[in-house]
Structure formats: C-alpha cells, structure tokens
C-alpha cells in the first residue's frame, strides 16, 4: 500500500507530462521544427526589414526604429498581428489596422511559429465560445473593455490620435491573440486576470454584441437588461395598458355614458 502511495507523484507527473505534450506540442517535434523554418524562410522575406534578423527591431538610417522587438511578442501577438491583416506594413509610422491578411492561414500558422520560438512570449488560448458563461462575459466585458471599444463594441477615440477599433469583425481567436498579446495601446490581460475559461464567455459576449437583435431564443437572465427590457415591454406595458382601461371605466364620464 504504502508502496503504491509513493508511486502517486510519479504517476500525477506522467499525466501532467502528457497533458503539457498535448497542449505544448500539438505536433511531433519534427513537423513543428519544419514549420518553424518554414515560417524563418517568410519572415527573411517580409518581415525582416524591419524586424531584424534577431526579430529585435531594426533603426532606419535617420535614426527612427522601423519595426518593434517581436521576440516576445509569442503566438498571441504574431497570431494577432497577421491574422488581422496588420503585419507585415507597408510604412513603418503607418497604424496597423485590421484589414485583408496579406498571407493565407499555412503561411499564418508557420510565420507564427517562428516567431513564438524567437523567446517566451503569451501562447495562443483555444476559444471555445459555445463553452462560455454570456452573462460572466457581458460583466468581464463591462469591467475591463468598455471604456476603450464602448459598451456596443463599436470602438473609440484614444489619446495621441489613435483610437481603439470596432469589434465588430474579431474572430473568437482574434479576441484571445488581442487579449494575451495587448497590441498597441491596449494592456495585456493575462489568465489571472482573464483565466481561459473566462474568455470563452468574453469572446461569446463579443460575438453576441455583433447580433444584439435576435435575443429572443435567449434564456432569460443568461445576458443581463436586454431580455429584461423585454419583459417590461412585453409583460409590464400591457398591465399598465390594463390598468389605465379599468381605471377609465369606472370614471364617471365613462360610468355617466353607459348609464
Ligand atoms: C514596414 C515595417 C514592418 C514590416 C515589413 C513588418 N512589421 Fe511588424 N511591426 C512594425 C511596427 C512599426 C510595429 C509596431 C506597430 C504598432 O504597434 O504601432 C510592428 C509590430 C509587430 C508585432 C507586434 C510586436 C509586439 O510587441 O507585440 C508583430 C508580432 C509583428 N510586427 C510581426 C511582423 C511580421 C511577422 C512581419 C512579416 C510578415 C512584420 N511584422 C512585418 C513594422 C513592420
Ligand atoms: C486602453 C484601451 C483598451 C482596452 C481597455 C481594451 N482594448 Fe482592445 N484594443 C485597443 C487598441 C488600441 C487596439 C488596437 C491595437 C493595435 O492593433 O494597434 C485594440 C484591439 C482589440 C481587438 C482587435 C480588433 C480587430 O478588429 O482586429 C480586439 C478583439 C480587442 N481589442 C478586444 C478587447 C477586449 C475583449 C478587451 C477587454 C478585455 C479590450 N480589448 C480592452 C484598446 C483597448
């Protein structure tokens, strides 16, 4: 028995090894090393100009930084980045804005594993949006992201001329990258502020400020005052309605005519 006991650590640490195998490396080590250098040969290509060679960022002649140290920008911020369209630039003073990805998703997945390999930067979360509590996201939404995208999620204006874009076309992953990378203007929110499982209810909640018309299937309370309002329009208007007809009935006007 007490034979068994001592085994315990040795098995709990199996299972944690092969847990971390499974999320760490989602691929033999061979395919991941071909990505890798797959994704090295693009990035000489069309990142390297500004990025450097060591990915620390290169300084134009003048003086002025072309492109920023990316090697801890990890696979949150190289997902982020080209996923939305906003790397590579085409002018360094240029804003990156979400738009077309210059690259298609084989190109993504390696460029991005290159440049997570380049130092310790965040790991890309796997959103499950189905999996999300709406109501937790509305509130973790409200708490941290209004004051800069607005309560809609249509964005706003930021100081030095920037601004904090609309959500409207995020991915669930798009949210996840932003959300552990903190690109630009925007603090990075690790997973003891946000934990994995709170963001696919952020991303849910996201997604459903996209298409706020259609709650009616919604379960009421899951979302907050939307369905709510509903109610009162639905249950409190006509009671009032009600209210307002007997009270008129029994007016004398009303009682006078009848008679
Ligand atoms: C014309 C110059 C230029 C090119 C080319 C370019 N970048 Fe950038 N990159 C920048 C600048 C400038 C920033 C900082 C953007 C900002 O936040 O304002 C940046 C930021 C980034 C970041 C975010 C770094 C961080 O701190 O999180 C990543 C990741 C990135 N670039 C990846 C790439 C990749 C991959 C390519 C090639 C496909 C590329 N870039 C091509 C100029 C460039
Ligand atoms: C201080 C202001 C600020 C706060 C707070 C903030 N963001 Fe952002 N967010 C930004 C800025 C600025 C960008 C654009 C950064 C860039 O790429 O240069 C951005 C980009 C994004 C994007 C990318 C949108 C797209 O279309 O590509 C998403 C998604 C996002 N934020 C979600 C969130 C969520 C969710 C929260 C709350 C947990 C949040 N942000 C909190 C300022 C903010």
Not at 156 to 171: D, E, F, M, N
Not at 218 to 227: A, D, E, F, Q, Y
């Given at each position: 028995?007490?034979?068994?006991?001592?085994?315990?650590?040795?098995?709990?640490?199996?299972?944690?090894?092969?847990?971390?195998?499974?999320?760490?490396?989602?691929?033999?080590?061979?395919?991941?090393?071909?990505?890798?250098?797959?994704?090295?040969?693009?990035?000489?290509?069309?990142?390297?100009?500004?990025?450097?060679?060591?990915?620390?960022?290169?300084?134009?002649?003048?003086?002025?930084?072309?492109?920023?140290?990316?090697?801890?920008?990890?696979?949150?911020?190289?997902?982020?980045m080209l996923s939305t369209g906003r790397m590579p630039l085409n002018n360094p003073d240029d804003q990156p804005v979400?738009?077309e990805p210059a690259y298609g998703d084989d190109d993504i997945d390696a460029l991005v594993a290159y440049v997570a390999?380049?130092?310790?930067?965040?790991?890309?979360?796997?959103?499950?949006?189905?999996?999300?509590?709406?109501?937790?996201?509305?509130?973790?939404?409200?708490?941290?992201?209004?004051?800069?995208?607005?309560?809609?999620?249509?964005?706003?204006?930021?100081?030095?001329?920037?601004?904090?874009?609309?959500?409207?076309?995020?991915?669930?992953?798009?949210?996840?990258a932003a959300i552990r990378s903190g690109p630009g203007q925007m603090p990075v929110f690790g997973p003891e502020e946000?934990?994995?499982?709170?963001?696919?209810?952020?991303?849910?909640?996201?997604?459903?400020?996209?298409?706020?018309?259609?709650?009616?299937?919604?379960?009421?309370?899951?979302?907050?005052?939307?369905?709510?309002?509903?109610?009162?329009?639905?249950?409190?208007?006509?009671?009032?309605?009600?209210?307002?007809?007997?009270?008129?009935?029994?007016?004398?006007?009303?009682?006078?005519?009848?008679?």
């Open positions: 028995m007490g034979r068994w006991l001592r085994r315990i650590p040795v098995f709990a640490g199996f299972a944690v090894s092969a847990v971390a195998a499974l999320s760490v490396g989602r691929m033999p080590v061979g395919a991941q090393q071909d990505l890798v250098a797959r994704g090295r040969d693009l990035y000489m290509v069309g990142c390297v100009s500004c990025h450097g060679t060591d990915g620390k960022g290169t300084v134009a002649p003048n003086g002025e930084r072309r492109g920023t140290d990316l090697t801890n920008a990890g696979e949150a911020g190289a997902y982020y979400h738009r390999s380049l130092g310790k930067g965040p790991r890309l979360p796997r959103v499950e949006t189905s999996n999300g509590d709406l109501q937790e996201g509305g509130e973790i939404f409200r708490a941290n992201c209004q004051a800069c995208h607005s309560a809609s999620g249509s964005g706003g204006a930021l100081s030095y001329g920037r601004a904090a874009p609309p959500l409207s076309k995020a991915t669930s992953e798009q949210v996840g946000i934990t994995d499982e709170q963001l696919n209810g952020l991303a849910a909640y996201v997604e459903y400020l996209r298409r706020p018309e259609d709650p009616g299937g919604l379960p009421l309370g899951r979302i907050g005052p939307v369905p709510e309002g509903f109610v009162a329009w639905g249950v409190g208007v006509p009671l009032l309605l009600a209210a307002v007809w007997w009270i008129g009935s029994r007016s004398p006007a009303r009682a006078r005519r009848s008679r």
